[in-house]
């Protein structure tokens, strides 16, 4: 997901939880089906927000650690170390 897709459902959810509060007011009372319902969209966006959250640490995780080169066959290993601090894998 994209951080503009993120940043839409953010938005979704603060609107959500403005409607909430406006409905809390009016109505007067949390257990109001409305209430209820509007409340557990709010909830499903939370955990989805929060999953992607989740996935993004975890590529990101594995992106420090998973810089690999291969190296071409002009190159030696002691060329492309002082390019970039990666590990370097060599196929023979």
Aim: hydrophobic share 35%.
């Amino acid at each position: 997901m994209t951080h503009l897709e993120t940043s839409h459902l953010i938005r979704r959810l603060q609107l959500l939880q403005s409607r909430l509060c406006e409905m809390a007011s009016d109505i007067g009372s949390l257990t109001d089906p409305e209430i209820v319902a509007v409340s557990e969209e709010a909830d499903r966006l939370i955990i989805q927000l929060q999953r992607l959250r989740k996935d993004e640490a975890e590529y990101r995780k594995m992106g420090n650690v998973c810089n690999v080169t291969i190296l071409s066959a002009s190159q030696s290993t002691e060329e492309i170390g002082q390019q970039s601090r990666t590990l370097l894998v060599k196929h023979s």
